[in-house]
């Protein structure tokens, strides 16, 4: 059984800065992309970032560019992502998800390409 936990949320102000990481435990299988997104109250969930597992390109949401950084370790089967200069609007429970099969560059941005979720966690920016 795979699961993908997720840790390092928290509260922090606005400026500040958190390191998420996602383990993937339970299994030998090799995702062809693992993703981070976001679910702020009232809101859906949206895509944040993207790192394709074998070659390492990454992509992200206009929202977040130039102040997250997403990366992996293949070898501790663990992806990271580096959010610097927080905003109260990124406040949301944050999740990890891969996706086992190819996705198209813009279907990778899309929750329902991805097999497996972790069960979040939560971050929150003070103004």
């Known amino acids: 059984q795979v699961q993908l936990v997720e840790s390092g949320g928290g509260l922090v102000q606005a400026g500040g800065s958190l390191r998420l990481s996602c383990a993937v435990s339970g299994g030998t299988l090799r995702f062809f992309v693992m993703a981070w997104f976001r679910q702020a109250p009232g809101k859906e969930r949206e895509f944040v970032a993207r790192v394709i597992w074998s070659g390492g390109s990454t992509y992200y949401a206009d929202s977040v560019q130039g102040r997250f950084t997403i990366s992996r370790d293949n070898a501790k089967n663990t992806v990271y992502l580096q959010m610097n200069s927080l905003k109260f609007e990124d406040t949301a429970v944050y999740y990890c998800?891969?996706?086992?099969?190819?996705?198209?560059?813009?279907?990778?941005?899309?929750?329902?390409?991805?097999?497996?979720w972790g069960q979040g966690t939560q971050v929150t920016v003070s103004s």
């Open positions: 998800a891969a996706a086992q099969y190819y996705c198209t560059p813009d279907g990778c941005s899309l929750r329902d390409n991805y097999d497996y």
